[in-house]
Structures are given as C-alpha cells and as structure tokens.
C-alpha cells in the first residue's frame, strides 16, 4: 500500500521560508514524475512544481524564482524549498506522485497523494 505522508507546513510571516517535505512509502519513487499541489480554501487544487525522473523540473509561474522542487530517490522523498512566501501561498500543501510516464502539472494524471500540510502566511 502506497502512503505519501508530508511535513513541514506552519504559520510564517510573508518574506520567510518554509521547506516541505513527503516520505514515500510502498512505491518506487525513481522511476516517475512527483510533485506538489496546493488548494486555496474555495479554489480548486492546483500545481505547484514537479521534477522527472530525470531531475527536470517545472513551476507554476507564481511561485517561479521562489521555490524549489527536489528528491531523494534513495530515500524515497520529495521536498519544497518556499522562500520569499507571501499572503497568497496560504494553502494546504498535498505531495502526490504517479505510477506511469509523463510529467506535468495535472492534478488528474496523478495516482497517490498525501493527507496534506497546511502553510500560512500573514502579511
């Protein structure tokens, strides 16, 4: 059974930094594409940034230059960097990862997510 379980979320002030973090467990991480979502209360989930395989990563424009997608294949784990926060990246932050080829940020193609870990940023 596959579990996702992410950490790291809490309440800053806008301008400070945050790093995330999702434990794989039950499913081989190195062979696919992971990445992480968030949803705004009353917004529809959202992608945030996914690396490949390969290490390629990409980023929803708002939080390009600010964030940092990275894994640790070895230790089945995904992480995100978050400087420079602002008001509007308050959300519930979700790990999620798939199970076949291809790598975008389409909430749909992915097959296994975590429970979520909340990020609160006031002004």
């Known amino acids: 059974q596959v579990q996702m379980v992410e950490s790291g979320g809490g309440s800053v002030q806008a301008g400070g930094s945050l790093r995330l973090s999702c434990a794989a467990s039950?499913?081989?991480?190195?062979?696919?594409?992971m990445g992480w979502f968030r949803q705004a209360p009353g917004k529809a989930r959202e992608g945030v940034a996914v690396?490949?395989?390969?290490?390629?990563?990409r980023y929803a424009d708002s939080v390009k230059g600010r964030f940092t997608i990275s894994r640790d294949n070895a230790k089945n784990s995904l992480y995100l960097q978050m400087n420079d926060l602002k008001p509007e990246d308050t959300a519930m932050y979700y790990c999620?990862?798939?199970?076949?080829?291809?790598?975008?940020?389409?909430?749909?193609?992915?097959?296994?997510w975590g429970q979520g870990t909340q990020v609160t940023v006031s002004s």
């Open positions: 999620a990862a798939k199970s076949r080829l291809g790598c975008a940020m389409v909430v749909g193609w992915y097959d296994y």
């Open positions: 690396i490949g395989s390969d290490g390629s990563q």
């Open positions: 039950g499913y081989s991480s190195s062979r696919y594409c």
